[in-house]
C-alpha cells in the first residue's frame, strides 16, 4: 500500500514538474533549447551592442522591450540594430507622430532559453542593460512586453510586486536569482509599483484593429520570472522620474502579456494599436494649457474657490489640494477634485476625477474641504495621475480679532469691496441684502456662509452665521480631514 502511494505521489511529483517546464509562458521557465515559431529568425549576433544610435531630431523617444517570440519579432521593425533589423528601422518620428520609437530585445539562435543580447532572460543581464538604456533613450513611455500562456490574449498587467530574492523562478545562468548588488534588491519585498498605460483607450484600439485577441487589463502581475522583473523596473523607473521638471520625465509605463498563439501578423498590429495609443496618451501632455486655472478677480470667499479653466484642447480635470490652514493646520493634503459644474457654475469637491473640454468660463468650488482662513493649489491634469504646474487660491483670512465671517469690506453707494480683515455691522448687513436679493448685493458666492456643502443659496441662515461671526464664535463646521 505505501508502495502504492508513493508511486502515485511520484508521479504526480513529475506531472507538476512537467506542467512547469512545459509551460509556454514567460511568466514562468521555459525548457532551453524548446524551437522557435515557424515564423521567428534565428539570429547569432555578432557581440556585443554598442551606444544606442540615437536619432538628431530632439523628439521624445518611447521605450519598447521584448522577450520571448512572439514579443520580439512584433517590435523588431522598432529596432535600429542593423544586424537585428536589417529591413530597416521605422521607429523615427514613427507614422509622422513626433515620437522616435526603439525596441530592444534579445535574440534565441539556439531555441527558446537564456537567449542572447539585450534583455536576455536572466535577472543579472536584465538589470543591467535596463538601467544603460534607459539612461542613454531617456524615455518619455516605457512598455514591456513578456509571452504569455498558450492563448490568444493581450494582457494589459495592472502593475508588478517585488518578492524577496530568493523566491524567483530561477533563470538560466548562476546565480540564478536576483542578486543584493542589483538596484531592485533595494526595494522592499511586498512593494508593487504600478501600470499607467490607459488601459480603456488600448483595449479599445486593439479590439478594434484585431478583433481575433482577447484584450484586457488585470490587478497586478503575480508571476515571479523576468516579465515581473522587468515589468517592476518600467513601473518603478516610472515613479523615480514623476516630477515634470526632471529632464528624465517618465509620463507613462508598464508591461503586456503577449499570447503564444497570436500569429506575427496579429501580434504586430496589437502593439502597433498599443504604441499609437500610447502617442495619443501623450499628446495630451503637450496640450495641457499653459495658462494656469486663475481667479477671475482676486477676491477671496469664506466657503468657495472661484477658478477660471485653462484653454484646454483636450478634456481635463481639475485637482485641489489644502496647502495651509489657520483653523485646521494638520489637516493641509489633497482634497479632491473638482466635480462636474452645474449649470450655474457650481462644483462640489469629488473623490474621482471628472474630465471636461467644456468647462463653464468661470467655475465656482464649495464643499466641506473649503474653510475660511486656507490656501489651496488647483492643478489641471489630462489623465488623473500627472498634475500640471499649480496654481495658489486664498479663502478669505482671518479676521482681527474674531475667527471668520468677514464678508466684505466698505460700501460703496453702488458695490461692496472686497473683504477688509474685520467683521463688522458691514458683514451681517452685506449677508443680508444677499438673502433680500438686492442689486446692491454682493456676489452670492461671497454671502453663502450655511452648510456643510454651501447650499448656493443668500438665507437667512447665512445672516445668523454672519452675526455669530461677529460675536467671535467659532467656525462651525467639519474639519476638512473629517468631512463627510
Not at 521567428?40 to 523617444?61: C, F, K, M, T, W
Not at 520609437?101 to 543581464?125: C, H, I, N, S
Not at 522592499?188 to 479599445?204: K, V
Not at 463653464?360 to 504646474?389: F, M, R
Amino acid at each position: 500500500m505505501q508502495s502504492h502511494l508513493f508511486r502515485i505521489a511520484a508521479l504526480a511529483a513529475i506531472v507538476m514538474i512537467a506542467a512547469e517546464e512545459t509551460s509556454l509562458a514567460q511568466k514562468y521557465k521555459e525548457r532551453e533549447g524548446t524551437p522557435l515559431p515557424d515564423y521567428a529568425r534565428a539570429i547569432q549576433l555578432s557581440g556585443e551592442r554598442g551606444p544606442v544610435d540615437l536619432a538628431d531630431n530632439d523628439l521624445p523617444n518611447i521605450m519598447v522591450t521584448g522577450y520571448w517570440p512572439p514579443t520580439n519579432e512584433m517590435l523588431r521593425p522598432f529596432s535600429n540594430n542593423a544586424e537585428q533589423n536589417p529591413d530597416g528601422w521605422i521607429g523615427e518620428d514613427w507614422e509622422g507622430r513626433g515620437y522616435n520609437v526603439y525596441a530592444f530585445f534579445p535574440e534565441f539562435p539556439e531555441g527558446l532559453g537564456k537567449g542572447e543580447g539585450d534583455f536576455e532572460v536572466d535577472y543579472q543581464d536584465t538589470s543591467a542593460d535596463f538601467w544603460d538604456i534607459v539612461a542613454q533613450v531617456e524615455p518619455i513611455a516605457i512598455i514591456t512586453f513578456g509571452r504569455a500562456d498558450d492563448d490568444m490574449d493581450w494582457e494589459l498587467e495592472g502593475g508588478a510586486r517585488m518578492y524577496a530574492l530568493s523566491i524567483w523562478t530561477d533563470d538560466y545562468l548562476a546565480p540564478f536569482d536576483p542578486t543584493p548588488e542589483l538596484p531592485i534588491a533595494s526595494e522592499p519585498s511586498g512593494t508593487e509599483r504600478w501600470s499607467t498605460l490607459p488601459f480603456q483607450e488600448i483595449i479599445d484600439a486593439v479590439v478594434a484593429d484585431v478583433p481575433t485577441l482577447t484584450v484586457y487589463s488585470t490587478t497586478i502581475d503575480t508571476s515571479r520570472f523576468l516579465c515581473n522583473f522587468l515589468g517592476y523596473h518600467a513601473c518603478w523607473y516610472r515613479v523615480l522620474h514623476s516630477d515634470r521638471s526632471d529632464p528624465a520625465w517618465v509620463a507613462a509605463s508598464g508591461h503586456v502579456h503577449v499570447g503564444s498563439a497570436l500569429s506575427l501578423a496579429e501580434a504586430s498590429d496589437a502593439a502597433e494599436a498599443t504604441i499609437r495609443t500610447l502617442t495619443d496618451h501623450l499628446d495630451a501632455w503637450s496640450l495641457l494649457p499653459a495658462e494656469e486655472p486663475a481667479s477671475p478677480d482676486n477676491t477671496p470667499k469664506n466657503r468657495y474657490l472661484s477658478f477660471v479653466p485653462g484653454s484646454n484642447a483636450v478634456p481635463v480635470a481639475y485637482h485641489v489640494e489644502m496647502t495651509s490652514s489657520a483653523h485646521f493646520p494638520t489637516s493641509t493634503g489633497s482634497v479632491g477634485w473638482v466635480s462636474e459644474p452645474d449649470m450655474d457654475g457650481f462644483s462640489t469637491v469629488e473623490d474621482t476625477p471628472f474630465f471636461s473640454d467644456a468647462w463653464p468660463a468661470l467655475v465656482n468650488v464649495g464643499d466641506c474641504e473649503i474653510v475660511p482662513a486656507a490656501t489651496y493649489a488647483i492643478a489641471v491634469s489630462a489623465d488623473g495621475i500627472h498634475l500640471g504646474e499649480p496654481a495658489e487660491f486664498e479663502t478669505v483670512g482671518q479676521p482681527t480679532p474674531k475667527n471668520w465671517a468677514d464678508v466684505v469690506g466698505a460700501f460703496g453707494g453702488v458695490t461692496w469691496s472686497a473683504p477688509n480683515g474685520i467683521v463688522s455691522m458691514d458683514d451681517i448687513m452685506a449677508t443680508l441684502q444677499g438673502f433680500q436679493v438686492l442689486a446692491s448685493a454682493p456676489p452670492l458666492t461671497w454671502v453663502d456662509l450655511d452648510g456643510e456643502i454651501p447650499n448656493q443659496v443668500a438665507n437667512m441662515t447665512d445672516v445668523m452665521l454672519a452675526v455669530q461671526g461677529f460675536q467671535g464664535q467659532a467656525y462651525p463646521f467639519s474639519d476638512p480631514s473629517a468631512c463627510p
